[in-house]
Nanobody
Framework: QVQLVESGGGLVQAGGSLRLSCQVSGRFFQIDVMGWYRQAPGKQRELVADITSAGSANYADSIKGRFTISRDNAKNTVYLQMNSLKPEDTAVYYC?????????????WGQGTQVAVSS
């Protein structure tokens, strides 16, 4: 069974910073891409950033230059450093992992962590 455990959300003032973490556990699960998505009230879930096992990162235009994604493959953990936060960054942030288990490709999601940015 694959599990994703997220941490690091909270309430912060505009201009502040937060760091999200997500650790993936599960025997036989070979992780390829790890990423962060977010969903604001009344909106669809959207990609924030993702990163391959080789370290190639992809960012949404809305957060480029403010957020940085990184990962520690030895710990099966992905991080999202969020700086210069804006009220429009308020959302539930979800971690996602894409990989293979017993040769089958699978996506797994975390439970979500709330990020709230006050103006």
């Amino acid at each position: 069974q694959v599990q994703l455990v997220e941490s690091g959300g909270g309430l912060v003032q505009a201009g502040g910073s937060l760091r999200l973490s997500c650790q993936v556990s599960g025997r036989f699960f070979q992780i390829d891409v790890m990423g962060w998505y977010r969903q604001a009230p009344g909106k669809q879930r959207e990609l924030v950033a993702d990163i391959t096992s080789a370290g190639s990162a992809n960012y949404a235009d809305s957060i480029k230059g403010r957020f940085t994604i990184s990962r520690d493959n030895a710990k099966n953990t992905v991080y999202l450093q969020m700086n210069s936060l804006k009220p429009e960054d308020t959302a539930v942030y979800y971690c996602k992992s894409t990989g293979t288990i017993f040769a089958a490709k699978r996506d797994h999601w975390g439970q979500g962590t709330q990020v709230a940015v006050s103006s």
